[in-house]
């Protein structure tokens, strides 16, 4: 036998192995799929996919076939997102507000292929998720600008889900209208009492008028019934292009670093996080009606080396001037460090919950 036959023969063979491995390895992408459908997490994590490149590419002791084994091992999970995102289309998504708001672009920037169902406000998108109606939700958290979103605050202590990931999602805010309207002829602004707000100085220094609308996408819907080139809505550019508008102006928000974090919310709560100094945790809880309970549990968290990122208090609606505290914590809580803290603060809080466990990775949500 030549050389030539015999190479040919051991690809074959070698070959025969690896389809049986990469379907193996495929059905392991199923149960990740169903994971993340559970928990509501995104395909994509870019951390754990550098993580295994890194560690695999050790494996090949040929420098020169490594490199080619990195480009092989990129393709090979790029094949397995592709596989998970088709599993995954059958998500159901839940938000708040219509096509084209800031929570419907999150919501499909996070979930690229799921089904997105619109929900008329916080409370039934979160609603939807509890009974199984609906898988996930993606609901706003907090602004840069405005503050935190109360509503949703109080049904992360009230509620029975869990956040598995918090994004960030860059707010710009543009001006559009019917096609061919001018900026030169624009005489009323159309949109939500905060997007107007956002846009307080430039819509002044243009002399519009203003007009309060439900929501910044409905504001561009009602634009493109009216068909009046003196009528714009402030709304985002995906609002534009669902409801055949242009873009007059773009970024018009006086603030060009106005910041949404929207959380995902789900029935169980995530057991692939937690265990990394930099992974981030939410815990919500009421302290006891003693003497420096509050400074107790504060510097419980301090002590046992975990890093505070954010703190907000919320008035009670059952109970007048009692509040729930919401804190953002990092490191690994799940480890035996958490686990004690978790033990020390019940001797100073009443009710305590881990309402959050997830990656501090993958946090932007870019276009």
């Known amino acids: 036998m030549d050389k030539l036959t015999r190479a040919r023969e051991q690809i074959n063979v070698i070959d025969r192995k690896m389809a049986e491995l990469f379907e193996k390895r495929m059905h392991c992408a199923e149960d990740i799929a169903s994971y993340k459908i559970e928990n509501g997490l995104p395909i994509f994590d870019s951390s754990r996919e550098k993580a295994v490149i890194e560690r695999n590419s050790e494996y090949i002791e ?26 995954l289309s059958g998500l159901r998504v839940a938000y708040s507000g219509t096509e084209g708001a800031f929570a419907y672009i999150a919501s499909g920037r996070i979930f690229k292929n799921a089904n997105l169902i619109s929900y008329p406000n916080f409370s039934a998108a979160y609603s939807a998720v509890e009974c199984g ?66 846009c307080a100085e430039h819509i002044k220094k243009m002399g519009w008028e203003q007009i309060q609308f439900e929501n910044t996408a409905l504001a561009a819907k009602y634009v493109a019934e009216k068909k009046d080139p003196t009528l714009a809505a402030i709304a985002s550019e995906e609002s534009a292009s669902i409801h055949g508008l242009q873009v007059i102006e773009s970024q018009i928000n006086d603030n060009k670093t106005n910041v949404t974090k929207f959380g995902v919310f789900s029935r169980s709560l995530n057991s692939s996080c937690g265990t990394k100094k930099d992974d981030r945790f939410i815990l ?26 954010a703190i907000r208090s919320r008035p009670m609606k059952d ?17 035996d460090s958490g686990s004690e803290l978790l033990s020390r603060l019940t001797a100073f809080c009443d009710k305590l919950k881990l309402s959050g466990v997830y990656s501090s990775q993958n946090t932007f949500l870019a276009k």
């Open 62 to 87: 040929n420098d020169v076939i490594r490199e080619y084994y990195v480009n092989f091992l990129q393709d090979l999970m790029d094949t397995s997102k592709r596989y998970q995102e088709r599993l």
């Open 133 to 198: 109606e609906c898988d996930v939700a993606v609901l706003p958290l907090e602004n840069s600008y405005g503050g935190e979103v109360g509503q949703v605050s109080d049904m992360i202590f009230s509620g029975s889900l869990y956040i598995n990931g918090i994004y960030e999602l860059l707010i710009t805010q543009e001006l559009v209208g019917v096609p061919g309207a001018k900026l030169s002829n624009i005489k009323k602004v159309i949109s939500h009492p905060q997007a107007l707000s956002q």
């Open 284 to 309: 919500v809880f009421t302290v006891k009606n003693e003497a420096g309970a509050l400074a107790e549990a504060m510097n419980v968290i301090g002590k046992m080396g975990f890093n505070m990122r």
């Open 319 to 335: 109970l007048v001037w009692q509040y729930h505290f919401y804190v953002e914590c990092e490191g690994a809580v799940r480890s």
